[in-house]
């Protein structure tokens, strides 16, 4: 015992007991912690094959197509495979767009491809696109001379027969034809097909595309379509598209084939009166080389005759080559018979130079061929008769040249038998008479002329002055000609500027035109002078014309012009800060809806167009206004629909978009008092009007003429404006429509934009077209992603880019809202 206790003293000893007798209980925790993590790696085994199961299953969901069963599973959610399902759902969808799109056009392509007549074309192209797109009707519009024929209409799976007419321009199907953009409806009047279209049915339709038929740039036709369906998917709407160049190509191809076909059965009925002509030929052939024996016997004799014959001739030749005048001998029928050789040399021309003669209509001036006609009418009808002419003719390179002509009618004469020309050159003589009677007209201009005339020759000596001179510096004439300008006493001003002229005159030889001040009997006159530079026939410069005009009085007026314009200037700037300190900026609608832009450009300093912003009650108010005409009428107009529409909404704040339209209407009317009998005032003014109201997410929208367009979740929505002005003198017998209210619920991130017609109708571009409505609605849809900044920029540079160097037509206003 003693030695236990003793060995034990130490307390390594302890140590090595304790953990001697600690081991039993480690194993014993040891094997319970590896029993606990079996059971958990077991659980989470199980939940793992659970997980391999499910994804499985779902890959063979995937591989079946049946994934819309399962995209509403929340344990789905949570895996990959649900995002890859849903991807692939997605492009499943498109790919079956696109294949639908594919097979209807390859079906198209075949209905194209069976059928050469245009009628039959037109109706079974229509049938097979109505059965294939889900239309419920349909009208084929052939584009000819300048209208739209219908060529086929089909409606409720028969065929309907309608003999219908379109203008451009006229109804709907008249504007897309002008506009040769296709247009998607879903708002349709009751009688629209009826009246419009001339489509009968049990079931109106709800939604309606027109479709333009295109070959390149040039219009064949128009497809309109009516469909059950509220609205149509987009791949429809891209499908129509699609049709507009396929359709139209044929359509053209046909018109094409139409001709050719009337060409070669015109070419076959030639190529057999040819046939007939052909044995007529022959036979006429054979007679002629009978002819010809006869001729060659006739010859034989002749030719001992031609040798005298040639050396008279030759004698003529050179007789006729020589003349200072040519002769010409014309038959009855005003055919050229004869004419002398000596033509080329008188007229200019090189012995080179075919076909040459003296009264060639192509080389005749237009007077000059009417006075050879008439001479000929003249000579024809007066046998032995003579007569003279004067006429102008062209040399070869491009001078006028002066002829005199003497014809006699020697029809009757068995040696002539014709009318004979005796022509010579005459312009030397014309133009000396012509100076001559320039010097005499000149002569007589300066010397009644108000105007101070002075010709000075290089050495400041005054060879000439008229007699407006001496009423100018109160000298006389004899005392002013052939006296050196130095020696002349006269106001200092003219003489230095007399020698400045000189000077810069003999360097240049160019006129030079200047305003100065100079003293005369009446005081002090402002003159102003021309300094023309005379040159002899040598070019050398020989005198200075100074022609000096009194313009004291047009200068009081032009000052008192520019007096009257500043103050209209200033008056119509006035206007303009009134005006612009009372409209709504973007920064003051922005206060409301942060992310909105307002694109506004006037034609002029004041404009007729105006954005209108109001708050009442909580709901807000917002308009763009476009008044008839721009600048200061346009401005007045706005003045009276800005007043109005405030006072309207300040009075009864319950009345709904078309009710405030209403409203105003009336109001402008009233103010403007087209109401009155002998009133004839057309004036008014066109716009869209939103009342928004933020609690019930809600858009009262109404528009005289002007639409709204919503843009959400990248698709484009139109609501048309209604088609009635405000203002405007009223149809007695006809009673008015009332305004449409489109009551819209709104979506958090949709986007609103009202507009004038100053952007869609501003001239520019390559062809200086109009900008036209339609490349607003694709620059919103084509960029739906935008923000309001965006936008705003777009607009800007879009439109001046349009514009160019083009004027600006109308006062521009855009607004665009996202709510």
């Given at each position: ?768 077209k109009k900008y036209q409505t339609r490349r607003i609605r694709e620059a919103l849809t084509e960029n739906a992603d935008h923000t309001m900044s965006h936008y705003s920029r777009h607009f800007s540079e879009e439109f001046y880019s349009w514009k160019g160097e083009e004027k600006q037509v109308d006062d521009v206003l855009l607004i665009g809202i996202e709510l």
């Open positions: 015992m003693n030695a236990i206790v003793q060995i034990h003293s130490s307390l390594l000893v302890w140590f090595v007991d304790a953990l001697v007798l600690s081991i039993p209980f480690i194993l014993i925790l040891v094997l319970g912690y590896n029993k606990e993590i079996r059971k958990r790696y077991s659980k989470e085994n199980s939940l793992l094959k659970q997980e391999i199961k499910t994804n499985l299953d779902f890959i063979d969901v995937i591989r079946n197509g049946k994934i819309q069963n399962y995209m509403d599973n929340s344990q789905l959610k949570s895996s990959p495979l649900y995002l890859l399902a849903r991807d692939l759902d997605k492009t499943k969808r498109k790919e079956d767009e696109q294949k639908w799109v594919t097979e209807g056009k390859e079906l198209l392509n075949d209905i194209l491809r069976t059928h050469r007549n245009i009628d039959k074309l037109s109706i079974e192209t229509l049938k097979g696109i109505i059965n294939y797109t889900g239309a419920s009707l349909g009208s084929f519009y052939i584009f000819r001379d300048g209208k739209l024929f219908n060529n086929a209409t089909y409606a409720y799976s028969r065929q309907r027969f309608e003999n219908q007419e379109v203008s451009i321009g006229k109804g709907l199907v008249g504007q897309v034809a002008f506009e040769k953009a296709m247009v998607y409806r879903t708002e349709i009047p009751d009688d629209y097909f009826i009246i419009k279209s001339g489509l009968i049915g049990d079931q109106k339709p709800k939604s309606l595309i027109i479709l333009p038929l295109m070959q390149e740039e040039e219009l064949q036709g128009i497809i309109e379509l009516g469909f059950l369906d509220n609205s149509l998917p987009k791949y429809k709407l891209e499908f129509a598209e699609e049709l507009s160049s396929i359709i139209g190509r044929t359509i053209y191809a046909q018109k094409i084939n139409y001709k050719t076909e009337r060409l070669l059965e015109e070419s076959q009925k030639m190529t057999l009166t040819l046939q007939k002509n052909e044995e007529t030929l022959k036979e006429n052939a054979k007679e002629m080389m009978i002819a010809q024996e006869d001729l060659e016997q006739s010859n034989q004799l002749l030719e001992s005759k031609i040798q005298e014959v040639e050396n008279g001739q030759k004698r003529l030749v050179a007789l006729l080559t020589n003349a200072s005048e040519f002769i010409s001998i014309y038959d009855e029928n005003q055919r050229l018979v004869f004419e002398s050789p000596s033509v080329k040399r008188i007229l200019g021309y090189s012995d080179e130079d075919e076909g040459i003669s003296g009264m060639d209509p192509d080389l005749l001036t237009p007077k000059g061929y009417k006075t050879i006609n008439n001479l000929f009418k003249y000579l024809k009808a007066t046998p032995g008769g003579e007569s003279t002419a004067q006429y102008a003719y062209l040399r070869k390179n491009g001078e006028k040249l002066f002829l005199e002509t003497k014809g006699k009618n020697l029809l009757h004469d068995p040696a002539i038998r014709g009318i004979i020309f005796n022509t010579q050159d005459i312009t030397e003589r014309i133009r000396a008479e012509k100076e001559e009677r320039m010097k005499s007209r000149m002569q007589s201009l300066s010397e009644n002329s108000p105007d101070m005339i002075i010709r000075i020759n290089t050495t400041g000596k005054v060879v000439y002055a008229n007699p407006a001179v001496a009423q100018f510096i109160g000298l006389s004439i004899g005392k002013i000609v052939r006296k050196r300008m130095n020696d002349i006493a006269i106001d200092p001003r003219f003489l230095e500027f007399v020698e400045t002229v000189l000077t810069k005159i003999k360097a240049t030889r160019q006129q030079i035109i200047d305003e100065i001040e100079m003293e005369a009997d009446e005081g002090t006159r402002v003159m102003g002078i021309k300094a023309i530079p005379e040159f002899n026939d040598e070019k050398d410069l020989e005198s200075i014309l100074f022609v000096a005009h009194d313009m004291t009085e047009l200068k009081k007026i032009e000052q008192e012009i520019k007096e009257k314009n500043k103050k209209i200037s200033d008056s119509i700037n006035y206007a303009q800060r009134i005006q612009t300190s009372i409209l709504p900026d973007t920064a003051f609608i922005q206060r409301y809806f942060p992310r909105s832009f307002m694109f506004y450009r006037p034609k002029d300093v004041v404009s007729g167009d105006f954005p209108w912003f109001a708050e009442k009650d909580g709901k807000q108010y917002i308009a763009a206004v476009d008044c008839t005409g721009h600048g200061v009428p346009g401005a007045l107009l706005s003045f009276i629909g800005y007043f109005l529409l405030n006072n309207i909404v300040n009075i009864d704040e319950g009345l709904n978009a078309a009710e405030i339209l209403e409203e105003l209407h009336q109001g402008v009317r009233h103010t403007l008092k087209q109401n009155e009998e002998g009133n004839n005032g057309r004036d008014g003014m066109d716009l869209a009007l939103c009342k928004i109201d933020k609690e019930n997410r809600t858009i009262q929208f109404a528009g005289a003429h002007n639409p709204l367009y919503l843009l959400r979740n990248g698709e484009l929505i139109e609501y048309k404006g209604s088609r009635k002005g405000i203002g405007g003198k009223p149809l007695l017998k006809k009673k008015e429509k009332e305004f449409d209210n489109h009551i819209i619920e709104y979506q958090e991130g949709d986007k609103v934009f009202i507009f004038s017609d100053g952007l869609p109708d501003q001239l520019g571009g390559e062809k200086r």
